[in-house]
């Protein structure tokens, strides 16, 4: 389906839902067991069951009210009389993004500091210079006989081009450290437990780090404009560390990404053939089929902070809201034939499609949406290319499952590669 059978709105042709008023409930006392076993599936089952793209749960002995759709994406990402303060688990937000964070600020408040990061990761000459920097680490970590895990390999080149792009510079046993925690970060989001509470505890010794190198950066007359420097000049310094590791931590998620990628050129080799013959210009479209397709985010929540009407159904002010992210990109009256990996659908996050969200939807400057779509592409991109562009490798046997009771989800070998050669 191309970019022309959208309507003005964004929405694909024929696309309909349904939505009742009231919602239903999802038939059980507690849905928590039922989410932990279905993964990224529950609200979309969920919605398959009952015939409606909403209904109520309980999840963790609170009550829940779950949607998916563009016009759901739409209420998370662009009504007012919602807010991101206290609609996650402690732990999540914690790892995720903590506590005086942009993602936690409502408002005139949240605007100011949104306008301060989209300056940072939407500039193209800062994301020019990320994706240099990603590149020349990724090729630095190469060479023939290499057998390395992809999702391995991008974490760490990841983690030396965020540092550096952000203006900092740790030794190498401590880039690996580094690397180890902020994977961590992510990779534990979707966990309770001992390992969560350790990554927890490493967490708070990055941002003990990073104040230390924040303050170093303002006592410096000569400071450069980096990331570093620009988020510490104005804000706290305990928040201006939680802002810095803000920018480290997703930038190094994005290896999941560059994972799927990988596996998706091992499902499907045409793409890669087709790109080594030089017809980089599609290299866009499979990033962003991958996007839709990989198991990432699975849902975002919000708070409802007064009474919300929506499609005849009330919403009371404290409802806590789900929106469904993956279900909402898997749902064949938006995307036909879901299942079916094709780039060929041409999806572009610019055109602010509202079922295509997998960072998030609406207007990036003044809602919740990840300001990081532009340079997340870029890696991604450049991850492909040089994948398919600048060596050869072969696959070895080795377990490409994703499970989708695992949020975060990957392959389960991380998608392994054994270097042939390098072009």
């Not at 510490?232 to 802002?243: I, M, Q, R, Y």
């Not at 013959?277 to 975002?300: H, K, L, M, Q």
């Not at 046997?397 to 499970?403: C, E, K, N, R, T």
Request: aromatic share 8%.
């Amino acid at each position: 389906m191309s970019r022309q059978d959208q309507d003005a709105f964004g929405h694909r042709a024929g696309a309909t839902s349904a939505f009742p008023a009231p919602l239903p409930r999802l038939p059980g006392v507690d849905h928590t067991v039922t989410l932990l076993r279905q993964g990224y599936g529950f609200i979309g089952h969920g919605c398959d069951r009952l015939g409606v793209d909403g209904f109520r749960a309980r999840l963790m002995g609170r009550e829940a009210i779950c949607l998916r759709g563009p016009e759901a994406s739409q209420l998370l990402y662009g009504a007012e009389g919602l807010t991101r303060t206290g609609a996650m688990p402690t732990t999540v937000l914690r790892l995720l993004q903590d506590k005086g964070s942009v993602q936690q600020l409502d408002g005139e408040e949240h605007r100011r500091r949104k306008a301060m990061f989209i300056r940072l990761v939407m500039d193209p000459g800062r994301i020019d210079s990320l994706r240099r920097g990603f590149e020349a680490a990724w090729r630095a970590e190469l060479h023939p006989g290499l057998e390395v895990s992809v999702l391995d390999l991008a974490n760490s080149a990841l983690t030396r081009a965020a540092c550096h792009w952000v203006g900092l510079y740790p030794a190498p046993a401590d880039l690996r450290r580094l690397t180890r925690d902020l994977f961590a970060m992510s990779d534990r989001s979707g966990h309770f437990g001992p390992s969560t509470a350790l990554a927890l505890w490493r967490r708070r010794g990055i941002e003990r780090w990073l104040r230390r190198e924040i303050a170093a950066v303002r006592g410096s007359a000569d400071a450069a404009a980096t990331p570093l420097a620009i988020i510490g000049k104005d804000l706290p310094l305990e928040v201006a560390a939680v802002e810095v590791l803000n920018l480290l931590r997703p930038i190094v998620a994005v290896g999941r990404y560059v994972a799927f990628a990988a596996k998706a050129l091992h499902d499907h080799p045409i793409w890669c053939g087709l790109f080594r013959s030089g017809n980089a210009d599609f290299i866009s479209d499979f990033c962003e089929e991958v996007r839709r397709t990989a198991p990432f985010f699975p849902f975002t929540a919000a708070r409802a902070t007064r009474d919300l009407t929506w499609h005849g159904a009330t919403l009371p002010a404290g409802s806590w809201l789900l929106f469904d992210i993956y279900g909402t990109a898997q749902d064949a009256r938006h995307f036909p034939r879901p299942q079916a990996f094709r780039p060929e659908r041409m999806l572009d996050w610019r055109l602010n499609d509202p079922s295509f969200v997998p960072q998030g939807g609406g207007d990036v400057a003044t809602t919740h949406r990840c300001p990081g779509e532009a340079a997340t592409l870029a890696l991604m991109e450049s991850a492909v290319r040089m994948l398919c562009c600048e060596m050869s490798y072969d696959v070895p046997p080795q377990d490409l499952s994703v499970a989708m009771d695992r949020i975060p989800a990957q392959p389960a070998s991380g998608m392994r590669i054994r270097v042939q050669r390098i072009d």
